[in-house]
T-cell receptor, first 112, second 114 residues
Framework: GEDVEQSLFLSVREGDSSVINCTYT??????LYWYKQEPGAGLQLLTY?????DMKQDQRLTVLLNKKDKHLSLRIADTQTGDSAIYFC????????????FGAGTRLAVHP | DAGVTQSPTHLIKTRGQQVTLRCSPK?????VSWYQQALGQGPQFIFQ?????ERQRGNFPDRFSGHQFPNYSSELNVNALLLGDSALYLC???WGTGNTGELFFGEGSRLTVL
């Protein structure tokens, strides 16, 4: 079935790079997304990648997609305390009317 | 440029009651999707509205219904509330029904059922 798996927790030191990983099951997915959620807030779209791309870079964010292994990662360079949040990986199904399948989220904790 | 706006932000209901949540899409968007996010979980797709019709539905019972208005805003209705309906309800807007990367969420409506 449709599923997304993420590790639940990641702790990094301020200034280091963070890498959040995600695996998904659907091979026909078209877009893959990373969303950020701060406590008590909605979802903030960080970035997305089309499934025929291997990499996308946007300022401090780098997304890598390994379609063969169905593995998606988000790298945050120079991680700051303001990056502390829950990060959700999601994919949209082919012809799926933008129906997104989400993982359970990875909680990123940034410490001094 | 206003993003996706939702109301109310918080509400408390009792079992058996009915609730209506509202969403205005981002300017330029015409499609609204609703998601339910239970505590500690990722959001789950409820349904999507385009051209005032429900286009796709997730695995939710008929107690969950919706509506889209000519100005593209949308309502989510939940009847006969259960304790398990307590969650953050998120609205997302986009343009058209096809898959695109531009899918933006609002801040959500947090529903507590007692």
């Amino acid at each position: 079935g449709e599923d997304v798996e993420q590790s639940l927790f990641l702790s990094v030191r301020e200034g280091d790079s963070s890498v959040i990983n995600c695996t998904y099951t659907d091979s026909s997915s078209t877009y893959l997304y990373w969303y950020k959620q701060e406590p008590g807030a909605g979802l903030q779209l960080l970035t997305y990648i089309f499934s025929n791309m291997d990499m996308k870079q946007d300022q401090r964010l780098t997304v890598l997609l390994n379609k063969k292994d169905k593995h998606l990662s988000l790298r945050i360079a120079d991680t700051q305390t303001g990056d502390s949040a829950i990060y959700f990986c999601a994919f949209s199904l082919s012809g799926g009317y933008n129906k997104l399948i989400f993982g359970a989220g990875t909680r990123l904790a940034v410490h001094p | 440029d206003a993003g996706v706006t939702q109301s109310p932000t918080h509400l408390i209901k009792t079992r058996g009651q009915q609730v209506t949540l509202r969403c205005s899409p981002k300017s330029g968007h015409d499609t609204v999707s609703w998601y339910q996010q239970a505590l500690g979980q990722g959001p789950q797709f409820i349904f999507q509205y385009y051209e005032e019709e429900e286009r796709q539905r997730g695995n939710f019972p008929d107690r969950f219904s919706g509506h889209q208005f000519p100005n593209y805003s949308s309502e989510l209705n939940v009847n006969a509330l259960l304790l398990g309906d307590s969650a953050l309800y998120l609205c997302a807007s986009s343009w058209g029904t096809g898959n695109t990367g531009e899918l933006f969420f609002g801040e959500g409506s947090r529903l507590t059922v007692l």
